[in-house]
């Protein structure tokens, strides 16, 4: 699980967020490279990215949807997700 959180923004290194969505280390990092993923920093040497940037890329694989192409992109897709579920 993400280890801490700044600002109401969840944040995990790939290790962290590979338990968190059940996924490679590997796998998040291609993500976060070929996706432009919202990366917020380092903790030592590893990338400290926004878990809900990466579990939005992760869903729209999932459900076979294009990934949108910037970080601001999906927080609209997850608002308009949001609002569509309440």
């Known amino acids: 699980m993400p280890e801490f959180e700044e600002d109401g ?4 290194t790939a290790r962290q967020a590979a338990t968190h969505l059940d996924r490679e280390p ?7 490279r070929r996706y432009q993923a919202r990366a917020l920093g380092r903790a030592g040497r590893e990338v400290v990215y926004d878990l809900a940037d990466l579990a ?3 869903g729209c694989i999932w459900r076979g ?3 949108p192409l910037t970080a601001e ?9 949001a609002r569509a579920a309440a």
């Open 9 to 12: 923004v969840r944040l995990a």
């Open 26 to 32: 590997g796998t998040i990092r291609q993500w976060a």
């Open 56 to 58: 939005t890329i992760e």
């Open 73 to 81: 992109d999906r927080d609209e897709l997850r608002n308009q997700l």
């Open 65 to 67: 949807d294009p990934v």
